[in-house]
């Protein structure tokens, strides 16, 4: 059942299952349109250096690139990004890169920023950024190499080399921030923002 109140369907800008999976169990109607947008030429090209405003940045401009091809409709954009102090993490190439990510974030309190942007017909109308502190335990090379062989291949799909809804929940002692920011969507102020815009029906 949907409480999705607008005239056509939320499109969201992601082809992340995670962030799918949040709006689908929240009764929203949406259709998945990845952007084709050139994510890291944009961020060198801004200039910008905090995370948060990196991930603000992304987010908006995917939902701005979807927004361009689909008017009228309501578009989602969303990114996240990971930081460790000063240092910005990337999705793994492979097996190696995602082990070396592993030890430097082993025994250390590293952030995720989440963003969120709605835009219709080239508008901003809304924005968030939402921060969780991830502490992730200590790990030696033989906890890293056997969590790598059960995680597989999943571990190049997110930054870190972790996915907290799956084998990644082993890797953390302490979480601050709630789990939808985790997952890469500031729901909550998501949800608030479209319930003033009277398009849900709840």
Do not use: C
């Not at 801004?46 to 995370?51: A, M, R």
């Not at 790598?148 to 809804?165: I, K, R």
Request: cysteine-free.
């Amino acid at each position: 059942m949907t409480i999705w109140r607008g005239n056509s369907p939320l499109i969201l800008a992601s082809q992340s299952r995670a962030r799918q999976m949040l709006l689908g169990n929240a009764g929203i109607s949406f259709e998945a349109v990845p952007a084709d947008i050139d994510e890291r030429a944009a961020q060198k090209n801004s200039g910008l250096t905090s995370p948060g405003e990196i991930a603000g940045l992304l987010a908006r401009e995917k939902a701005l690139f979807v927004s361009s091809k689909n008017p009228g409709r309501y578009v989602i954009g969303a990114d996240q990004t990971l930081a460790l102090g000063q240092r910005l993490f990337s999705k793994p190439s492979g097996r190696a890169q995602a082990a070396e990510q592993l030890r430097l974030l082993a025994g250390n309190s590293h952030e995720l920023h989440s963003a969120v942007a709605v835009i219709r017909d080239g508008k901003i109308l809304f924005a968030d950024v939402a921060i969780a502190t991830m502490s992730m335990r200590s790990l030696g090379d033989g906890e890293i190499s056997a969590y790598l062989d059960a995680a597989g291949e999943a571990v190049t799909t997110s930054v870190g080399a972790y996915q907290l809804e799956g084998l990644g929940v082993h890797l953390f002692e302490r979480i601050a921030g709630d789990h939808f920011t985790v997952l890469g969507l500031p729901l909550l102020p998501l949800l608030k923002f479209l319930r003033d815009e009277r398009l849900l029906g709840i």
